[in-house]
């Protein structure tokens, strides 16, 4: 069974400080990997999506890399604004199509 | 992209009665749409697969007769929550499976979520 786990659980960061939040898996079998972020009480944004065969894809501020070998996944975020604050979801989607979700790391970016 | 909604965003209920979750995709066909169940402070957890004209399939542990599942549609599949208790108060998300012909890849849409909260 796919174990997704998100370190660190938790982070505080002044604003304009570039940050890296990480993800693990312990299937390297995997078909795509995705970052969402989750605003309280809110749904889903998905914010970049790794295909299986691709290292990493960028959108604005947000990289995120794929090492599948070694089951690992990170999101870098660039000059943090409070704004960026929310918990942020790795999930790893496994054949049977459904998402494998970490616990996610909460996000707050003071001013 | 593509879209897709939940109602209610929000209901409370008495313990004993039951609550029709809808998800529908707005602007594509949906053979498959997922229901998640998120407790607080907790990651998303399956509950079943829904497909288009068929059983859903349930992962273990969840009682598919208190959570019934209905996909008549390519457009709309219900999660009703029979019996409610408070132990079933979570946050509850859908997801849609946009399956583009002749692509290879696929994409999922999540819905905005429904907060149960049972007295």
């Known amino acids: 069974k796919q174990e997704v786990t998100q370190i660190p659980a938790a982070l505080s960061v002044p604003e304009g400080e570039n940050l890296v939040l990480n993800c693990s898996f312990t299937?390297?079998?995997?078909?795509?990997l995705q970052w969402f972020r989750q605003d309280p009480g809110k749904g889903l944004t998905s914010l970049l999506l790794?295909?299986?065969?691709?290292r990493e894809q960028t959108s604005g501020r947000l990289n995120a890399s794929l090492d599948k070998s070694s089951g690992r996944s990170t999101l870098y975020i660039a000059a943090s604004q409070p704004g960026d604050s929310a918990t942020y979801l790795c999930?790893?989607?496994?054949?049977?199509?459904?998402?494998?979700f970490g616990k996610g790391t909460s996000l707050l970016v003071t001013p | 992209g593509a879209v897709v909604s939940q109602h209610p965003s929000r209901v409370i209920c008495k313990s004993g009665t039951s609550v029709k979750i809808e998800c529908r995709s707005l602007?594509?066909?949906?053979?498959?749409m997922f229901w998640y169940r998120q407790f607080p402070k907790q990651s998303l957890m399956l509950m079943a697969t829904?497909?288009?004209?068929?059983?859903?399939?349930?992962e273990q542990g969840v009682e598919k007769d208190k959570f019934l599942i209905n996909h008549a549609s390519l457009t709309l599949s219900t999660l009703t929550v029979t019996s409610a208790h408070p132990e079933d108060s979570s946050f509850y998300i859908c997801?849609?499976?946009?399956?583009?012909?002749?692509?290879?890849?696929?994409?999922?849409?999540f819905g905005p979520g429904t907060r149960l909260t049972v007295l």
């Open positions: 997801s849609a499976r946009d399956l583009k012909a002749g692509s290879s890849t696929d994409t999922q849409y």
């Open positions: 299937d390297s079998a995997i078909y795509n």
């Open positions: 790794i295909q299986s065969s691709q």
């Open positions: 999930a790893v989607r496994t054949p049977g199509y459904a998402l494998n």
């Open positions: 602007d594509f066909q949906a053979t498959t």
């Open positions: 829904s497909n288009e004209g068929s059983k859903a399939t349930y």
